[in-house]
């Protein structure tokens, strides 16, 4: 059993910065891909970032130059700093790992439960 949880949202106004994290615990033995995707009111799912396991990063066009994801393997641990937030920023934000259990096992996909993100004037 593996689970994530994340931590960090809250509320913001324009321009200000949270910081995400995101901790996987359980029966980890390896994680290949960790990522944040984010949920708006009446909106799908959508990508904000991903990087690999040797450090790669995908960064959404939306939050490109304004969120930085980074991780620490060592803790099971991927981190969302988000600065410069906009009020279109605001959405539930949700960590998502793809993990291996055991040697030589598939890589299964992890979701956290999602944190609120609010950014008001």
């Known amino acids: 059993q593996v689970q994530l949880v994340e931590s960090g949202g809250g509320l913001v106004q324009p321009g200000g910065s949270l910081r995400l994290s995101c901790v996987g615990s359980?029966?980890?033995?390896?994680?290949?891909?960790m990522a944040w995707y984010r949920q708006a009111p009446g909106k799908q799912r959508e990508l904000v970032a991903e990087?690999?396991?040797?450090?790669?990063?995908n960064v959404a066009d939306p939050v490109k130059g304004r969120f930085t994801i980074s991780r620490d393997n060592a803790k099971a641990t991927v981190y969302l700093q988000m600065d410069n937030l906009k009020p279109e920023d605001t959405a539930v934000y949700f960590c998502?790992?793809?993990?291996?259990?055991?040697?030589?096992?598939?890589?299964?996909?992890?979701w956290g439960q999602g944190t609120h993100v609010t950014v008001f004037s």
């Open positions: 359980g029966s980890i033995f390896s994680i290949k891909t």
């Open positions: 990087i690999s396991n040797d450090g790669n990063t």
């Open positions: 998502r790992f793809l993990v291996s259990v055991m040697p030589g096992g598939r890589y299964l996909e992890v």
